[in-house]
C-alpha cells in the first residue's frame, strides 16, 4: 500500500486548489480521480478502484492509470487482474508516468497480463529509464546484454547498469560489478566493480557480498582488509550465499582476518550444509564439538 499512497499524493496534488472549485471547474472524470483519492483515504478501496477505472479507463487521467495499474497489478484489497493492469499501465506510460512505463515495459518483457513483445517493452523500459527509474534501466541493460529482442551491446547494457545502480538498483549494482570486473562492455575496472559490489551488498545483495568479500580479501580494487572481508564473507553467508558460508568457516579455521575460531568455523561450515553444500557437512563434521 506505500506505493499505492505515494502515486495517491500525486493525484492531490494534481487536483490542489481544485477542490474549492469541484462544482465549476472539474469534469466528470476529474470528479472521479478526487472522488477515488478521497475514498482511498478513507480505506474504501473498492471506491477508489471503480472510480480509478473510471477516470483512467474514460478520461484518460495518466496518475489515476497508475493507482488502478498498482491495485489491479499487486492485488491491493481488490483482485488481481493483469490484464486490467497491463492497459492501466499502458495508459500511464502514454500520460509520462515513469512508474507506469517501468511496470508496462516490465510486463510486455515478461509477458505478463498478455503476450511477450519484448521489442514492443523497449520503448516503456527506455522512457521510464530516463525517468530515473532504476529497475526499469536493469531490465533494458538485461536486453542488450543478452541480446533479446535488440542486437547484443554490452557497452550499451553496462551503461544502463550503470545507471540502474545509480538509481539503487541492487542488480543493476551487481550486474556492472561482474562486467566490471570481466571487462565486459569496457575495460577492466576493478575499483568499479569493488564499489558496484559494496553497493549491492549493503542493499542486501548475497552473492554482491560474496564479491565484494573477495575483493577485500585479494586487494582487488580496494586496499586489502581480511577482517573487513571475513565481516562480508559472514554478511553473504547470512544473506544465504553458500560461498560466504564456506570462505567464513575457512578464515575462521585458519585464523585469516581474524582469530582462529573453531567454534565459529564449524558453526559456519554447518550453514554452508544446511544449503546444501557437501563440503559444508564434511568440514563441519570434521571439527569435533566443543
Known sequence: MQKLFKVCVAVSLLFAGANAHAQSGMNSYQQAALAGQEAANKG????AFAKYKIACLEGNIPVTCNNLGVMAYQGSNVAKDLPLARRAYEKGCAGNIASSCDVYGKMLKNGEGGPEDIAASLGPLSKACDGGRGSACYNLGYLYYAGKGVATDLGKGRGLFGKACEGDNVDGCYALGLMSQNGQGGPVDLTGAAKAFQKSCTKGKADGCLNYGNALYGGEGVPQDRVAARATFA???NA???GGCMNTGILARTGDGGGVD????RKYFGYACKLGNQDGCNE???IPQQ
Do not use: Q
Not at 474504501?44 to 471506491?47: I, K, L, N, P, S
Not at 573453531?262 to 568455523?265: D, G, S, V
Open 240 to 242: 544465504g550465499a553458500v
Open 262 to 265: 573453531m567454534a565459529m568455523a
Open 284 to 286: 563441519a563434521k570434521a
Open 235 to 237: 554478511k553473504a553467508c
Open 44 to 47: 474504501d478501496h473498492a471506491t
